[in-house]
């Protein structure tokens, strides 16, 4: 079955950087686009990064464009964000997704979240 398992979040200074990790399992990861979304508290859920199977096209919220890159490891089912210059408004719940077929079905499939902190 599909399994998806962020990491990498903390405590970061404003300023600061973090790596965020996503692994993968389940389907065949090359295949399709990874997603990176974000979720701050009273928030809707909005759209950070996302990356195509190929890692040769990714596309930026603007208020990340130039600051965070979405990058993949194909030979090892992760897909990687690079959190740089962080914000206190950066803050929130960071979550990777996959919409993957299944069978007939398109499903979409999301990981617990990892806590990314900007404080000082």
């Known amino acids: 079955q599909v399994q998806i398992v962020e990491s990498g979040g903390g405590l970061a200074q404003p300023g600061g950087s973090l790596r965020l990790s996503c692994a993968a399992s389940g389907f065949t990861f090359s295949a399709y686009a990874m997603r990176w979304y974000r979720q701050a508290p009273g928030k809707e859920r909005e759209l950070v990064a996302g990356?195509?199977?190929?890692?040769?096209?990714?596309n930026y919220a603007d208020s990340v464009q130039g600051r965070f890159t979405i990058s993949r490891d194909n030979a090892k089912n992760t897909v990687y964000l690079q959190t740089n210059s962080l914000k206190p408004e950066d803050t929130a719940v960071y979550y990777c997704?996959?919409?993957?077929?299944?069978?007939?079905?398109?499903?979409?499939?999301w990981g617990q979240g990892t806590q990314v902190t900007v404080s000082s």
């Open positions: 997704y996959a919409r993957v077929i299944d069978g007939l079905l398109l499903k979409d499939y």
């Open positions: 990356i195509s199977g190929a890692g040769d096209n990714t």
